[in-house]
């Protein structure tokens, strides 16, 4: 690699940069920024008006493999995330069999380095539980020696209190977060969508937000105990925003995150019955909506991540009922956030870049990224201006389930720079 990305505007909070200038990229390394006159033989691309930051790190996605290869697998859920601007994701572990043996972590990790140039770093996140079951803490000293970063039983709440104590203790020994599908399931059980105004109407059974605050109510309570470090996954009510607020006054160790859906779409939407609607944590009301956004804005949610689950055509082309939760989210969280946090002043760039790329790796205990010379080229390239429409034919996912198709969004990723690769979209 010997590139000149040419006037681009570097954003990167943890150096304090904003400014417009040039990069010299020379064997996957930042040589120079500024006047790059002497590099020779450089290939040039001009990145007027274009963003380049610290490459984005998706700390919640579902990659499907191993078990259900027919939805996604590691080679094309890196290719949508290459197409969505992320540098590095971190794969959940209910998958089958899931990530709760050293052997799975290896083959996720060795897989990843083989496809699309190894441009997109996979960070496997280890299962909290034996099966994802809940009754019996994983190996998890030899998983995180494997390459695990972090636990979850995603998918499914850590419903035992003293399960969940001990992973917070062990875990912490590790210097790793517990990532928490925050739900009680002894209030949600058969639940298909917010439990509110609109179920009642649309005749459908309900998760009470209640379900959510109930269960990061516990853990806080844990944290607080055992010292551990807690992560909120996709959270979505106005409570828990709340909850997780007060325990960050109380300098309590509780991080969290919030999805794009969650940040633009409200359980009215599903008057239409249509099953790329349905996910878990459902969509809750216009009041949630836009406590997440002030969550977003104040500093209380650290962070954006997908929560990108792919399913195929036929696992959601059934009755609403028995359709699966989840929707691929890779392909438009930039241009999601983009236009409705940053274009509607909730965040400035810097701060989304915090979300999606500083925030994430400082959680897991990542490398931090700086675009400084010397360091690695690890980069995220945006367009602020660009206008698209979503099209889901075009994704790279294996799947197509998302709600977005057909929205107009202002803001995209251009390309990544990773490990001595090159991605553009083309667009």
């Known amino acids: 690699m010997n590139i000149v990305l040419r006037q681009a505007r570097i954003v990167d909070p943890l150096t304090g940069t904003d400014r417009v200038a040039d990069l010299f990229i020379h064997d996957g390394i930042i040589e120079k920024i500024g006047d790059t006159a002497l590099a020779k033989d450089a290939e040039v691309v001009d990145l007027r008006g274009k ?3 610290p490459g984005f790190c998706d700390m919640h996605v579902h990659l499907r493999e191993p078990g259900y290869e027919y939805k996604e697998t590691i080679e094309s ?3 949508a995330a290459a197409a969505g601007g992320f540098t590095a994701i971190c794969c959940m572990p209910n998958t089958s069999p899931a990530i709760d043996d050293a052997s799975v972590v290896k083959n996720i990790l060795l897989t990843s380095k083989k496809v699309n140039n190894g441009i997109v770093d996979v960070h496997p996140i280890a299962a909290v539980t034996k099966g994802r079951e809940g009754k019996e803490l994983a190996p998890m000293i030899e998983l995180v020696r494997s390459g695990a970063i972090g636990f ?18 062990y875990a912490g020994m590790l210097n790793c977060p517990v990532i928490q599908h925050a739900e009680d399931i002894t209030m949600s059980k058969g639940g298909v969508m917010n439990e509110g105004f609109m179920s009642t109407r649309l005749g459908m059974p309900g998760i009470p ?6 269960m990061i109510t516990r853990d806080i309570h844990l944290v607080r105990y055992t010292g551990g470090k807690y992560h909120v996954a996709h959270i979505s009510t106005r409570g828990s925003v709340g909850l997780v607020r007060q325990a960050k006054r109380d300098n309590i160790p509780v991080t969290c995150e919030v999805t794009p859906h969650h940040f633009t779409l409200t359980d009215e ?6 099953t790329n609607f ?3 944590p459902p969509l809750r009301t216009r009041e949630d909506v836009e406590a997440v956004r002030e969550g977003l804005r104040d500093g209380t949610i650290d962070v954006i991540a997908t929560d990108h689950a792919p399913h195929s055509y036929d696992d959601k082309e059934v009755e609403f009922q028995y359709a699966p939760f989840g929707i691929v989210g890779l392909e438009t969280a930039i241009g999601l956030a983009m ?3 940053v274009g509607s ?3 400035t760039v810097g701060q989304m870049v915090e979300k999606f790329s500083v925030n994430p790796r400082r959680i897991l205990g990542l490398r931090p990224l700086r675009i400084s010379e010397g360091e690695p080229a690890n980069l995220t390239i945006l367009d602020p201006d660009d206008e698209w429409v979503v099209d889901v034919n075009r994704f790279k996912s294996k799947s197509k389930n998302s709600p977005f198709d057909g929205w107009k969004l202002k803001g995209c990723p251009k390309g990544i720079i990773n490990n001595g690769s090159m991605y553009w979209t083309g667009s």
Do not use: Q
């Open 152 to 169: 979850s039983d995603d998918g499914a709440p850590v419903m035992d209190a003293e399960v969940m104590r001990r992973a917070l203790e």
């Open 209 to 214: 937000a209640v379900a959510e605050e109930v």
């Open 278 to 280: 349905k996910m878990n």
């Open 339 to 341: 236009t409705h946090l």
């Open 269 to 274: 939407s599903l008057g239409s019955y249509d």
């Open 77 to 79: 859920g890196t290719r």
């Open 345 to 347: 002043t909730y965040l």
């Open 51 to 53: 963003i380049v930051a």
